[in-house]
């Protein structure tokens, strides 16, 4: 099993930056791919970004976030990586790093960690 810690989330104005991090242990060697999705109150969780885990580094963004956040990792340290930059109050939601252990499909993982918050005000 993989499992996996979220840190970075708070509080930030309209414009500002956050760094969320997303650390895994356990069988690292057996995920596909890792990503966020967020979940904002009142709505679904949706997919935010992945990035593929062994064998390269490609990467996916919905469209939303595109040019301002950028999904990257540290494979030596099992560590994924969140920039969100121009932040915006509809950004605000609990966002939940995700890993894939069973096929590349990035829409699907079947990981989850324990999700962190992320506020932006107006």
């Known amino acids: 099993q993989v499992q996996l810690v979220e840190s970075g989330g708070g509080l930030v104005q309209a414009g500002g930056s956050l760094r969320l991090s997303c650390a895994a242990s356990g069988r690292t060697f057996s995920i596909y791919s890792m990503g966020w999705f967020r979940q904002a109150p009142g709505k679904e969780r949706e997919f935010v970004t992945a990035?593929?885990?062994?064998?390269?580094?490609?990467?996916y963004y919905t469209d939303s976030v595109k040019g301002r956040f950028t999904i990257s990792k540290d494979n030596a340290k099992n560590t994924v990586y969140l920039q969100m930059n121009s932040l915006k109050p509809e950004d605000t939601a609990v966002y939940y790093c995700?890993?894939?252990?069973?096929?590349?499909?990035?829409?699907?993982?079947?990981?989850w960690g324990q999700g962190t918050q992320v506020t932006v005000s107006s």
């Open positions: 990035i593929s885990w062994n064998g390269g580094s490609s990467t």
């Open positions: 995700a890993a894939n252990t069973r096929d590349y499909n990035i829409y699907n993982p079947n990981t």
